[in-house]
């Protein structure tokens, strides 16, 4: 049974920097099968970063050139690295893995952690 575990998550001021982090167990990260999304109140959920097949990082375009998408060697855990972090940055953050649609960055994962809230004030 896959199981992701999120954490890293944390108050900031504008501009700061976070780290998280991604756990798995029972499982072992796929290029073109992880991603992180992220939920404000009131909003849908929204993919953030993913690597795609090709190995690269692929973003959303209100995070490109601030935050970036990493898995370390053993592929058992995966890293988003948030800099430049505006209030607008603040939601859950969640990852994800196994994608189930043609899409990367949208929200068709088979497996889901918890989530780790991140919340940037002015």
């Known amino acids: 049974q896959v199981q992701l575990v999120e954490s890293g998550g944390g108050s900031v001021l504008s501009g700061g920097s976070l780290r998280l982090s991604c756990a798995a167990s029972g499982y072992t990260y796929r290029n073109g099968h992880m991603a992180w999304f992220r939920q404000a109140p009131g909003k849908e959920r929204e993919g953030v970063a993913g690597?795609?097949?090709?190995?690269?990082?692929y973003y959303a375009e209100s995070v490109k050139d601030r935050f970036t998408i990493s898995v370390e060697n053993t592929k058992t855990t995966m890293f988003l690295q948030m800099n430049s972090l505006k209030p607008e940055d603040t939601a859950m953050y969640y990852c994800?893995?196994?994608?189930?649609?043609?899409?990367?960055?949208?929200?068709?994962?088979?497996?889901w952690g918890q989530g780790t809230q991140v919340t940037v004030s002015s």
């Open positions: 994800a893995a196994e994608r189930s649609s043609a899409w990367l960055l949208r929200p068709y994962y088979k497996s």
């Open positions: 690597i795609g097949s090709d190995g690269r990082g």
